[in-house]
């Protein structure tokens, strides 16, 4: 049955595309002729059996839907030891932070002044 229909639609196809090109006008000279020397410059397409495969119908499969939620591995809480401007913030949260890495710049003025 699929393949009649395949068939029944790639004759309307060629039959239609051969109707497109009946009763226009001729093509210009230019045009025509850059045709005719791309199509003298084509080589023919080769095709070997590497290019080649066999198209099979399966079932696509996918996994269970699951819900839930992701706990890191490792939590810290961070809190100042200090009252202070935030200046700039250099990680954002749920990034990914080292030991020693640098998480926010803080204005030291008051600090240095006192």
Not at 29 to 36: G, T, V, W, Y
Not at 44 to 65: H, K, R
């Amino acid at each position: 049955m699929q393949r009649r229909s395949l068939l029944a639609l790639s004759i309307v196809l060629a039959f239609s595309l051969s109707a497109c090109n009946k009763g226009g006008k001729a093509p210009d000279s230019a045009s025509a002729s850059a045709s005719a020397a791309a199509a003298a410059n084509d080589k023919p397409l080769l095709i070997t059996a590497e290019d080649l495969t066999t198209v099979q119908s399966n079932a696509l499969a996918s996994g269970p839907v699951i819900t839930g939620s992701v706990q890191p591995e490792r939590k810290a809480d961070l809190r100042a030891e200090l009252s202070a401007v935030v200046l700039q913030v250099l990680k954002e949260n749920g990034e990914a932070v080292r030991r020693g890495d640098l998480l926010v710049r803080l204005d030291d003025t008051s600090v240095r002044d006192s």
